[in-house]
């Protein structure tokens, strides 16, 4: 990136544009204007949603939550354009935010380690990166099946959908997973199906500190270390399931059947 003293490139970032080419400094400004009005709106968004979080105890994952997030901002109601999905966007704002959390712990424990140090065996990794996520969403845990229920509508699932993928892929890469073959696809849907059921049973257990729910955790991650019986066949119903959320319900329906 070039940066000029003086000239009409200075006005650009310092972009090196053609000498008197006055239509190229013209788009180039129209994109950079864009680029930055873009920005600030996702900044603004970004804003509303957090604020809105302060409401969801009291008003759900809704567009009362959205309109006294943007009240808290003093900023005008015809925001609420800004969130084509409603407030379910607040529950995936919130997903997003979770994920990147344990990301960025995952990773700093990665940082960590003493080189030359063995990592920890993989199951206990597993255990550690989904009890610490689930127990991240406590704070709004008294809504979690709603916002669970929300995501669920066919508009939202694609995004809800790629937002969980992501979350899964960042607890194997972290968990040291080199795999390429099918065994790559299959831990991600292993993981998510013991995830989800986990999740599941989380939202329905009263038992103090959610004991019971590290417990079943622990069960449904031993069962996944035995079930290499009938391995190939398993491997290939995967295969066949043509994505994570059909491949995650597979592995749940053998796993509750044993």
């Known amino acids: 990136m070039f940066r000029e003293s003086s000239g009409i490139n200075a006005e650009y970032g310092g972009t090196k544009l053609p000498k008197n080419n006055f239509l190229t400094c013209r ?4 994109r950079s ?23 969801v105890n009291n008003h759900g994952w809704s567009e009362a939550a959205l309109k ?6 003093g900023l005008s109601e015809a925001c609420l ?37 063995e990592p920890p ?48 892929d960042d607890i194997w890469f972290y968990a040291g997973d080199e795999s390429s073959d099918v065994t790559w696809y299959t831990r991600r849907a292993t993981v998510a199906a013991v995830y989800r059921m986990t999740e599941l049973f989380m939202i329905q257990d009263e038992s103090p500190d959610f ?33 994570l959320a059909k491949a995650a319900f597979i592995i749940a329906r053998n796993m509750l059947s044993r």
């Open 33 to 55: 204007i864009q680029t930055h009005a873009s920005e600030k709106a996702e900044d603004i968004k970004y804003d509303i949603l957090e604020a809105a979080l302060c409401h």
């Open 81 to 117: 354009s800004m969130f084509s999905l409603g407030g379910v966007e607040i529950a995936l704002h919130y997903d997003k935010t979770l994920n990147e959390e344990l990301e960025d712990m995952m990773a700093q424990q990665q940082d960590d380690r003493l080189p030359g140090s």
């Open 68 to 73: 006294l997030g943007i009240a808290d901002l």
């Open 121 to 168: 065996p993989i199951a206990h990794f597993l255990k550690d990166a989904i009890k610490t996520r689930l127990q991240l969403q406590v704070p709004y845990f008294d809504r979690w099946a709603e916002a669970l229920s929300l995501v669920a509508s066919p508009k939202v699932v694609p995004r809800a959908a790629e937002q969980f993928a992501h979350l899964i």
């Open 27 to 30: 788009m180039a400004g129209f």
């Open 211 to 243: 004991t019971e729910t590290w417990a079943f955790l622990d069960r449904r991650l031993s069962e996944l270390e035995n079930m290499g019986e009938n391995r190939l066949d398993f491997e290939k119903e995967l295969e066949n399931a043509g994505d």
